[in-house]
């Protein structure tokens, strides 16, 4: 990893943190925060903005869980979740609630920068991947409403289809918006008159 990362960890016992901590620091890394638990996870990160989080414990529980999902909600960051115990059924759970790598049997020294790089290249595939599908469920939410606009402009103006068409790209030229948004402005305007007539 070419820079060092600035890190929040997580972890109830104070003795196993300072040795996380000295083991990340070892490798160039920052613990800029420290919670003893994961109560205030997504406003320490919001306040914080670290690369990556570290929560290291012996499995997570419910509220651990909860936590991390609302942090994979509001503010998501690769988290590396060490565990003391291996449990199928918690590592799916974590996984599910954003995880990006669940490592059993605790952190080993000589393991960090290893684990700290797959975290953050499976995070960084992982959001390139929601923001493609994003981009690709705006796309499609358009294109409905641009097919939408364009057969109540053909009914409303007694015109053909590449004249509607026309008409919905010279108003998103003119006002300086995506088509998809003109359409749907349009589709309101219509069904307005519509319900009015």
Do not use: W
């Not at 291996?86 to 020294?109: E, F, I, N, R």
């Not at 981009?135 to 939410?141: N, Y």
């Amino acid at each position: 990893m070419p820079q060092p990362l600035r890190i929040l960890l997580v972890d109830d016992e104070s003795v196993r943190a300072a040795m996380v901590e000295e083991a990340l620091g070892q490798e160039g890394h920052e613990v800029i925060c420290h919670l003893q638990s994961p109560a205030s996870l997504n406003d320490m990160v919001e306040r914080h903005a670290p690369d990556v989080v570290i929560i290291d414990m012996e499995s997570p529980d419910r509220d651990t869980l909860d936590s991390m999902s609302q942090l994979h909600r509001e503010n998501p960051r690769p988290v590396v979740f060490f565990a003391d115990q291996h449990d199928p059924d918690s590592m799916q759970a974590a996984l599910k609630a954003g995880v990006s790598a669940y490592v059993v049997d605790g952190l080993v020294p000589t393991r960090v920068r290893a684990i700290l790089e797959v975290a953050v290249a499976r995070f960084d595939a992982f959001q390139s991947m929601r923001q493609e599908l994003d981009r690709t469920r705006t796309q499609l939410a358009d294109r409905k409403r641009i097919e939408k606009a364009k057969g109540m402009l053909m009914k409303h103006q007694d015109c053909d289809e590449p004249q509607a068409y026309q008409t919905l790209r010279k108003l998103a030229m003119d006002r300086g918006q995506r088509i998809g948004e003109v359409a749907g402005n349009v589709i309101d305007i219509l069904e307005g008159l519509e319900k009015g007539l």
